[in-house]
C-alpha cells in the first residue's frame, strides 16, 4: 500500500511540473522581408508602371541572403544580402537579364531602386526603376 501511495505522489509531483528551457534568443533581421508582396514599379526609362506580386524567402545556406521570386516581373528568382532594414542586390546575371540595386524595408513596406539590363543582344536595353512592394 506504502509503494503505490508513493508512486501516485511521485505521479502527481512530476506531472504538475513545468519545464522550461532557456537559451539565447536568435533574431534574424531577414525575418521581416520575408513573405508575399504585391508591387508597384516604375521604370524611369519606359516611363511605365507595372504591378506584380513577389515572393521573398531567406536562405538556410548563407547567413544574410534572401530570395525574391518574379523579380520585375519576368519569373526570375534573385539574391540580395540584408543588413539591418536594407538589402543589397549585387550585379547578378539570370536569365539574358543582369541586375544590381539596393532598398529598404519599414514595416510592410519594401523600397527597391534597381537597374535591369535586357541582355538580348537585340535590344541590350538598361532599365532604371523604383519599386514599393507591400505586403499581402
Known amino acids: ?77 534573385i539574391f540580395g544580402t540584408v543588413s539591418g532594414s536594407r538589402v543589397t542586390i549585387p550585379l547578378q546575371e539570370v536569365n539574358y537579364y543582369q541586375i544590381e540595386g539596393h532598398g529598404s524595408i519599414i514595416g510592410g513596406e519594401l523600397r527597391l531602386n534597381y537597374t535591369v539590363t535586357d541582355l538580348d543582344i537585340r535590344s541590350n536595353l538598361t532599365d532604371h526603376c523604383n519599386a514599393v512592394a507591400l505586403k499581402l
Not at 3 to 24: D, F, K, M, Q, W
Not at 52 to 69: A, E, M, Q, W
Open 1 to 77: 500500500m506504502k509503494r503505490l501511495l508513493l508512486l501516485l505522489i511521485t505521479g502527481l509531483v512530476l506531472t504538475s511540473c513545468e519545464i522550461y528551457v532557456e537559451g539565447e534568443v536568435i533574431y534574424d533581421p531577414r525575418d521581416k522581408f520575408l513573405g508575399a508582396y504585391e508591387v508597384d514599379e516604375y521604370s524611369v526609362t519606359l516611363d511605365a508602371y507595372s504591378v506584380y506580386d513577389v515572393h521573398v524567402t531567406k536562405s538556410y545556406y548563407d547567413d544574410g541572403v534572401i530570395f525574391i521570386n518574379n523579380f520585375y516581373g519576368v519569373n526570375i528568382e
